[in-house]
T-cell receptor
C-alpha cells in the first residue's frame, strides 16, 4: 500500500528559529495538503497545493508559512520564525482527485515542539 | 459557518459488541462529502468510510456502516463486532466542493476485552 512519508517524526526548535517539515506524497497523486493538530484539539486545514501553486489556504497560514515542491517528489512546509503556539502535530496528505472523493492519504505526522 | 460536531469525547465498547459514534454538521451546501477517519496511536489518519451527500443509500465497508440523515445533518458511524484493533480516535469530516476538510474534535473509542 503506497504511503505518505513525513520526516522528521519529531522536531524540537527554539522560538524564532526556522523549521522545514518534509513530506513525500504518493507518486501519482496531484493534490497536496498540510493540516495541523494542536494537542487535544481538532485537526485544522492549513493549505492545499496543486500544479506548483497554492490552491487554498486558511487564516492560520500567514506570512510565516510557505510551501514548496522543490524537486517533484518532496513537498515541504516552512515556518520562518516559530512561535510557541506553532507547537502541534503537522500532517501532510495527498489525493489523486481535487474533490477528494477517494479520501486523502495522510502521513504519520511531524510533532513540532517550540521551546 | 460550516462546523462539525462530535458530542462524545470518549466511548467504550466490549469486544464483539456494536457501538455508534455520533456526528452532526452544519452547512448550507447541498452537495458535499462526509468521511470518517480513524487515528490509531501510530498517529496516521486512515480513511474508514465515505458518503456522498446526493446518495440516499448509507455507505457500508465490512463492519463499518453509516447512518446518514441529510435533513437532520447527521452522519453517525456504526462499528459492528468491535475488535481490539478498532481502538483509536475517530474523526468525522465534512468536505464541500473545496480542497479542505472540516474535522470534528474526535471521539476516542476504547475497546474492552
Amino acid at each position: 500500500e503506497p504511503e505518505v512519508t513525513q520526516t522528521p517524526s519529531h522536531q524540537v526548535t527554539q522560538m524564532g528559529q526556522e523549521v522545514i517539515l518534509r513530506c513525500v506524497p504518493i507518486s501519482n497523486h496531484l493534490y497536496f495538503y498540510w493540516y495541523r493538530q494542536i494537542l487535544g484539539q481538532k485537526v485544522e486545514f492549513l493549505v492545499s497545493f496543486y500544479n506548483n501553486e497554492i490552491s487554498e489556504k486558511s487564516e492560520i497560514f500567514d506570512d510565516q508559512f510557505s510551501v514548496e515542491r522543490p524537486d517533484g517528489s518532496n513537498f515541504t512546509l516552512k515556518i520562518r520564525s516559530t512561535k510557541l503556539e506553532d507547537s502541534a502535530m503537522y500532517f501532510c496528505a495527498s489525493s489523486r482527485d481535487r474533490e477528494g472523493f477517494y479520501g486523502y492519504t495522510f502521513g504519520s505526522g511531524t510533532r513540532l515542539t517550540v521551546v | 459557518a460550516q462546523t462539525v460536531t462530535q458530542s462524545q469525547p470518549e466511548m467504550s465498547v466490549q469486544e464483539a459488541e456494536t457501538v455508534t459514534l455520533s456526528c452532526t454538521y452544519d452547512t448550507s451546501e447541498s452537495d458535499y462529502y462526509l468521511f470518517w477517519y480513524k487515528q490509531p496511536p501510530s498517529r496516521q489518519m486512515i480513511l474508514v468510510i465515505r458518503q456522498e451527500a446526493y446518495k440516499q443509500q448509507n455507505a457500508t465497508e465490512n463492519r463499518f456502516s453509516v447512518n446518514f440523515q441529510k435533513a437532520a445533518k447527521s452522519f453517525s458511524l456504526k462499528i459492528s463486532d468491535s475488535q481490539l484493533g478498532d481502538a483509536a480516535m475517530y474523526f468525522c469530516a465534512y468536505k464541500p466542493g473545496t480542497y479542505k476538510y472540516i474535522f470534528g474534535t474526535g471521539t476516542r473509542l476504547k475497546v474492552l476485552a
